[in-house]
C-alpha cells in the first residue's frame, strides 16, 4: 500500500502561480497529477516515471506547469504558473507500483490516489 499526501493548494488570482506537493509513503513507478472540476470528468494533467525523470502533459497546461520530483523524499511537485481560472477544480495525486502500458495521463494507469487538495483561480 501506498499513501499520498497532497498539499499547496489555495486560491490565487488569474496569472498566479501555485506549488503543490504529493509524498508518498513509499516505492512509486509513476507518479501524476489530475484535476476535477464540478460537474466535469477527472482529467489528467501532468505525470512523471520516478525512475527516469521522463514527463507528460496535457496539452491545456503545456508551458504552464511542471512536474518534478525529489527521489530522496518520494516527493512530487506540481509548479503551476500563469494560472487561468479554467484551472480551478480539485487537485488530486495518483500513483502506480509497477509498469503497464498504459498511457500516463489516464485515470487507469494508476491505483493510489491521493484525497485532494482545492485550487482556485479568481478573474
Known amino acids: 500500500q501506498v499513501q499520498l499526501v497532497e498539499s499547496g493548494g489555495g486560491s490565487v488570482q488569474a496569472g498566479g502561480s501555485l506549488r503543490l506537493s504529493c509524498a508518498a509513503s513509499?516505492?512509486?513507478?509513476?507518479m501524476g497529477w489530475f484535476r476535477q472540476a464540478p460537474g466535469k470528468e477527472r482529467e489528467g494533467v501532468a505525470a512523471?516515471?520516478?525512475?527516469?525523470?521522463?514527463?507528460y502533459y496535457a496539452d491545456s497546461v503545456k508551458g504552464r506547469f511542471t512536474i518534478s520530483q525529489d527521489n530522496a523524499k518520494n516527493t512530487v511537485y506540481l509548479q503551476m504558473n500563469s494560472l487561468k481560472p479554467e484551472d480551478t477544480a480539485m487537485y488530486y495525486c495518483?500513483?502506480?507500483?509497477?509498469?503497464?502500458?498504459?498511457?500516463?495521463?489516464?485515470?487507469?494507469?494508476?491505483?493510489?490516489w491521493g484525497q485532494g487538495t482545492q485550487v482556485t483561480v479568481s478573474s
Open positions: 495518483a500513483a502506480h507500483t509497477e509498469r503497464r502500458t498504459v498511457p500516463p495521463l489516464s485515470r487507469t494507469r494508476y491505483n493510489y
Open positions: 513509499g516505492y512509486t513507478y509513476i
Open positions: 512523471i516515471y520516478t525512475g527516469t525523470g521522463t514527463t
